[in-house]
């Protein structure tokens, strides 16, 4: 019993941070319309394995560094911010889902490595490994514990997002429509930007 109440708000925290919008759901949710669910697989995994590399970084302790050196978080915030500015004004300008020439869709390797300076992560992560490794079992449980927590969030908030998008593809078949989907999408990166910054 005294595991179940460990892992309850672990589990809780996991799902609360991983459903709410983010630069990956985002991403995730644009390429699965226009792309569709398949296709968006790779990045779901990318998330799903960059996301997860970052957070046994912190159970090893390594977060711990961003609590020392807040300046390091403010590092990852302004390569994050031109990251996603960047994606974002690809997205805004996107005015269909077919021409080669507008934006692609992130493949593993980069939406992976994307993880690593993805500030909400790393924040989800060093606030998972302070708030949770509390000594109240061994380390090893506690790490296991808040890992599984995480294993379920991560994957299940993915493929909820992509297919999220996916269903949204129905509604995005006319040009007027597509434009209007990829400008909101774009925006709606801004909106992170924005909430990264402050």
Known sequence: M?????????????NVTAFTPGPNNIILSTTAVK????NTIPQIFGVFFGYLSVLT????GLGKIFLIYP??????????SIFLLYLSYKIFTSK?????SDF?????????????INPKGVMVSVSASSLFLEGQFSYQLEFIIIFLCFVFSTLTSGITW???????Q?????????????????????????LIIV
């Open 162 to 168: 992509a297919l999220i998008g996916h269903y949204f």
């Open 170 to 194: 129905k509604f995005t078949n006319d040009h007027k429509k597509i434009i209007i989907f990829n400008r909101i999408m774009a925006l709606a990166l801004v909106a992170c930007i924005i």
């Open 35 to 38: 792309y569709g669910f398949t």
């Open 71 to 80: 300046s390091l978080y403010w590092v990852i915030k302004i390569l994050s």
């Open 104 to 116: 692609k869709p992130l493949s593993f390797s980069q939406i992976f490595f994307f993880q690593i």
């Open 2 to 14: 005294d595991y179940f109440y460990f892992a309850l708000p672990v589990f809780i925290f996991a």
């Open 57 to 60: 970084i912190c159970l090893f």
């Open 96 to 100: 269909s889902f077919s021409d080669s």
